[in-house]
């Protein structure tokens, strides 16, 4: 059974930083690309990066370039993503994912995982 298992989040100011953490067990994580999407409430999911199966090439969301940044240790099971400069609008559940296999210009898009995590939430205060 595929679980994926994402801690982290909680409670920051305005200009804060979070670390997410997301564990995988019961797949060859190896063999998987990871993404990381959001969603606020009343919104659509929302891409937030990506990171290929060995770690070679990262996707980001263009709202977030230079803010969030996504890792893996493929030692651990574990994708990582680090927010910086968080804003009240980063305000969301933040959802790791994924894909055994995916074109590099589908990362953006949720139905293209195969396995989801339950979330966490990340609130930013103003």
């Known amino acids: 059974q595929v679980q994926l298992v994402e801690s982290g989040g909680g409670l920051v100011q305005t200009g804060g930083s979070l670390r997410l953490s997301c564990a995988a067990s019961g797949l060859t994580f190896s063999s998987y690309n990871m993404g990381w999407f959001r969603q606020a409430p009343g919104k659509e999911r929302e891409f937030v990066a990506a990171i290929t199966y060995r770690g070679g090439s990262t996707y980001d969301a263009d709202s977030m370039k230079g803010r969030f940044t996504v890792s893996r240790d493929n030692a651990k099971n574990t994708v990582s993503l680090q927010m910086i400069g968080l804003k009240p609008e980063d305000t969301a559940v933040y959802y790791c994912?994924?894909?055994?296999?995916?074109?590099?210009?589908?990362?953006?898009?949720?139905?293209?995982?195969?396995?989801w995590g339950q979330g966490t939430q990340v609130t930013v205060s103003s």
């Open positions: 994912a994924a894909a055994y296999y995916i074109r590099s210009n589908n990362y953006k898009y949720a139905d293209k995982y195969d396995y």
